[in-house]
């Protein structure tokens, strides 16, 4: 069995984010980096962007970042990762992430954070990937979001063997369970434009 060694992380870069959510942050970061599972992320540093990457560093695990040009006007990058990749735009973003992670998490954010959400589960039952998504609901964060899925399944607009699609936890020791008893896929990201 072949074991994920790499997650990327889905969150909001406010740095006027509800605090509750910066401890499961931090602790996602420090367990990722004890079991060696590298983090792959937006490259950014404020908000919990900055601080999962930052306690997964300080924990010495490894962390990439992937940030677009025209973001750094937005945003600061983080200067002290493992690796740092630039690039032109938010697709080449997603896709470099999606290729570099072995699964994905879906933490706290905001529609930043909700478009990367869609869009991974979204490729996932159109095939283009078959990794594990975790939505991390802490503190009942994600129970809208959970609601408008089965909504819409109910109305038959997402089909029922795509309510599989992802796996709900509630804490960080139930994401990392899910990452350490998960086998990695084998099936490559397609790199056709979506």
Not at 37 to 62: E, Q, W
Not at 99 to 126: C, H, N, R, S
Request: charged share 20%.
């Amino acid at each position: 069995m072949s074991k994920i060694k790499s997650a990327c992380v889905y969150c909001g870069s406010s740095t006027t984010s509800n605090p509750v959510f910066d401890a499961p942050t931090l602790e996602l970061g420090k367990s990722l980096a004890a079991a060696g599972i590298t983090l792959v992320y937006g490259g950014g540093s404020p908000g919990l962007m900055g601080k999962v990457a930052n306690s997964c560093l300080d924990a010495g695990g490894a962390v990439i970042g992937i940030i677009p040009d025209h973001i750094l006007k937005l945003e600061v990058r983080h200067n002290q990762l493992t690796e740092l990749h630039i690039v032109d735009n938010m697709h080449t973003r997603k896709m470099m992430m999606a290729d570099k992670a072995d699964a994905f998490v879906i933490m706290p954010g905001g529609l930043g954070t909700l478009d990367e959400a869609f869009e991974i589960m979204t490729w996932k039952y159109l095939g283009v990937h078959n990794k594990p998504i975790i939505i991390a609901n802490i503190d009942g964060y994600w129970d809208p979001l959970i609601a408008l899925i089965r909504h819409m399944n109910a109305h038959r607009f997402v089909r029922e063997e795509h309510m599989n699609t992802y796996i709900e936890v509630k804490t960080v020791a139930e994401v990392m369970h899910v990452l350490n008893s998960t086998e990695k896929s084998t099936t490559p990201v397609q790199t056709q434009k979506i």
